[in-house]
Structures are given as C-alpha cells and as structure tokens.
C-alpha cells in the first residue's frame, strides 16, 4: 500500500500518523518526491530494520540517488554522503581525532567554556533565552578549540556560524556562510603549513597524504558547523527536558553518578537528527518480507526506534545506550565521543547551578524549528531560575 509520509513529530513526540504506521509494520511505502524519477520510497520504522539497513553498506547507498553526475557535486568532508571505499579513506583521518584519550584531554577545557557561559548566563539575569546566549556560543567555542581555531578568532567565527544558521537576515546569513567557508580554507591552509595538535592540525600531520587541501578544508567546516549545529540543539533539549521535568533535574543534582544515563536519555528521547540521508538499494532484496528493489530509496525514522525503548523521559533508564541518536554502522557519528563529553559536563553543571530552572513562558508557546536539514531545535528557550 502507498501512504503519505507523515510529520515526524508534533513538538518533541512522534506524530500520530507516524506512530500509528509504526504499529502496522517496519516498512511502509510513500508517495514518490519530485526529482527521484519514480523510484519507490519507503519509510522505515522497525528498529532491527533500520540498524540492518544502516549496518549494510555493500547493499545501500549514501549518495543521493541522481541521474546527472553534474547533481554528484558535494561539499568534500561531508562523511555522510560518501559510500566506501572513499568514506573509509576519510573516516580514517578523523577517527584517531576522536580516540577516548583525545577527547578525555579536553575536559578541562570543556569544562571551562561551560562554566564561563554559563556564568555569563546567571550575569544577564533571567528570564533569558538559553539558545541565543549559551545553546550556541558554548558549542561554538567549543568546536573551535577541537578544531584548533586560535583563541582571539573563536568569537568572531562563532558569531558567524550561527548567524550562517539563525539570521533572519538572508544577505548577512550567505555573508557569514562564506565567512565561515574563507575562515576554514585559511585555517586547513595554516594547518598544512605548521600542523598544530587539534583536529585539523592533527589530520594534516598524520594523514596529509590522503587528503586534498579541498578535503582538508571541507572537513573543516562540515565537521565544525555539525558540531556546533547539532550541540547546540542538543543542548536545548537537555534544558527544556529539565526544565519540564523539574524531579528528574533534582534527581540529577541528588545523584551526579547518573550522568552517564542521563545522557543517554537526553539524546534518545528528543532525537534532533531525526532521519540519516536516505539510503538507496544496490540491488534486489527482501526485508522483513517486503521486497525491495535495486534503486528504492529507504528513510529510517530514527524518532520512530529510539521512541520504542521508552515514551517517558527517564534519566535512569537502563536500555537508552541502546539508542540510534548517532546513527549506525558505517556512518555511525564520528564525533559522538564529543558530544557525550559536552553533555557529560554540562548536565551536572546545570543541575548544581539552576536547581529551580524552569520555563519562562507557557511550554506550548514555544517554536520548534523542522528537522530537515538541520537538525530538530527550538527557535528561542526562554528560561528563569
């Protein structure tokens, strides 16, 4: 049967349709998009599925499903949309970036970026919003000093990337995009020349020779906007999930020791990436029973499994590390070591600091902004404490 793709969600819960699809089967076929020349679509909402499919890269694809090779063309760096064997050549350059020791070494530094924003947070007084003051400028700063940004540029280029993603302002948001573009060709640039110890630094010194000065510096940038775009997302959601659930910020404060699943919690629940680039079948095959063709194109509702392991927002949850918020296989997140750091750091910080954080207008009043391209967020949180 052909159904209409539904909404993925209503605020932070999966749509009705979307859940009801999911009670039918694991796979469900759609209407056809303009632009993929009939090929069959198909949403995915069984989690075994969805990992199989996300699991395969011998049998699906990550390119997009084009017929003009001019239409290939792609930013280089964006891992995503690589299929091997030019994904594992690049993969392989970052990875070691992302080792546990490597990311455990800027802990200090994380934890002083936080700390520092939040202090200037509680300075301004509430009720403010904690997207524009905190939700972006920590992740940027932060991704800045990973990606081995100097120190007096780190204002300056945050401003930018978030003005290239929140400006209402469409000439001064293409004017900070190239903005952050020049600044990553300069800085992949330098780090060819003099390769310093931070990410970029470090790809450019150990691995120079399989990347482009081209791949350098859309690694850059791909890698510093989704890690300063999602994040700052991601830090969103933990403050409007406690900030609603004021028991499970106190039970957090009572017992730091639950950071770890509190974590886990804050990235399953919400789910800000919402669906992976669609994947294209190879060839013929069947899942679950349904048969799939050679060129069908699959979207797995990431929302729709991670939903399955608990509709409550719960940070003792046992099953959450069980959740696909980062994706799998292959294009598993590479920077998902990142991300739990910053979340690791910040969730106990905020429940020392603001034990009586709550919302400062009606939960219903507040604008959540789509999850395509981007990842899910809210437009303003406005806070009081």
């Keep these: 049967m052909v159904v209409p793709l539904p909404h993925q969600r209503i605020r932070l819960d999966p749509a009705p349709e979307l859940s009801a699809l999911q009670k039918e089967g694991p796979l469900h076929r759609y209407d056809t998009e303009t632009g993929l020349n009939g090929r069959r679509q198909w949403l995915v909402t069984g989690y075994d599925e969805v990992r199989e499919i996300l699991a395969d890269a011998t049998r699906f694809s990550s390119m997009r499903p084009v017929d003009d090779e001019a239409d290939r063309a792609h930013l280089p760096g964006i891992l995503q949309?690589?299929?091997?064997?030019?994904?594992?050549?690049?993969?392989?350059?970052?990875?070691?970036?992302?080792?546990?020791?490597?990311?455990?070494?800027?802990?200090?530094?994380?934890?002083?970026?936080?700390?520092?924003?939040?202090?200037?947070?509680?300075?301004?007084?509430?009720?403010?919003?904690?997207?524009?003051?905190?939700?972006?400028?920590?992740?940027?700063?932060?991704?800045?000093?990973?990606?081995?940004?100097?120190?007096?540029?780190?204002?300056?280029?945050?401003?930018?990337?978030?003005?290239?993603?929140?400006?209402?302002?469409?000439?001064?948001?293409?004017?900070?995009?190239?903005?952050?573009?020049?600044?990553?060709?300069?800085?992949?640039?330098?780090?060819?020349?003099?390769?310093?110890?931070?990410?970029?630094?470090?790809?450019?010194?150990?691995?120079?020779?399989?990347?482009?000065?081209?791949?350098?510096?859309?690694?850059?940038?791909?890698?510093?906007?989704?890690?300063?775009?999602?994040?700052?997302?991601?830090?969103?959601?933990?403050?409007?999930?406690?900030?609603?659930?004021?028991?499970?910020?106190?039970?957090?404060?009572?017992?730091?020791?639950?950071?770890?699943?509190?974590?886990?919690?804050?990235?399953?629940?919400?789910?800000?990436?919402?669906?992976?680039?669609?994947?294209?079948?190879?060839?013929?095959?069947?899942?679950a029973g349904y048969e799939i063709h050679a060129g069908d194109v699959l979207t797995c509702s990431m929302l729709a499994v991670n939903r399955t392991l608990g509709d409550k927002f719960d940070i003792t949850r046992e099953n959450s590390p069980g959740h696909l918020a980062f994706g799998h296989g292959i294009h598993h997140c590479v920077g998902a070591p990142l991300a739990r750091l910053e979340l690791r750091v910040a969730l106990p910080i905020l429940a020392r600091r603001f034990p009586n954080l709550r919302l400062a207008v009606p939960e219903e009043e507040l604008r959540f902004v789509a999850g395509k391209p981007a990842p899910f967020n809210i437009e303003e949180l406005p806070v009081e404490w």
């Design 81 to 287: 949309a690589y299929d091997p064997p030019d994904h594992t050549r690049l993969r392989g350059t970052v990875a070691g970036a992302f080792s546990v020791r490597r990311i455990e070494r800027l802990r200090p530094r994380v934890e002083e970026i936080i700390e520092e924003g939040l202090d200037d947070l509680e300075s301004m007084g509430s009720p403010i919003d904690f997207v524009r003051y905190a939700g972006w400028p920590i992740p940027a700063l932060i991704a800045c000093e990973f990606l081995g940004v100097p120190r007096d540029d780190q204002a300056d280029l945050s401003r930018m990337i978030r003005d290239s993603r929140e400006s209402r302002i469409p000439k001064q948001r293409a004017q900070s995009s190239l903005g952050v573009v020049n600044y990553c060709e300069k800085l992949a640039a330098r780090e060819r020349r003099d390769p310093g110890d931070e990410l970029i630094g470090f790809i450019a010194r150990e691995h120079g020779d399989k990347v482009s000065d081209e791949e350098l510096s859309g690694l850059a940038e791909a890698i510093l906007i989704v890690a300063v775009e999602q994040m700052a997302a991601q830090l969103a959601m933990a403050v409007l999930l406690f900030a609603t659930n004021p028991a499970q910020l106190s039970l957090l404060r009572e017992r730091p020791e639950l950071v770890d699943s509190a974590t886990e919690e804050v990235l399953r629940f919400p789910t800000i990436v919402e669906a992976p680039s669609p994947r294209t079948a190879l060839v013929d095959l069947d899942i």
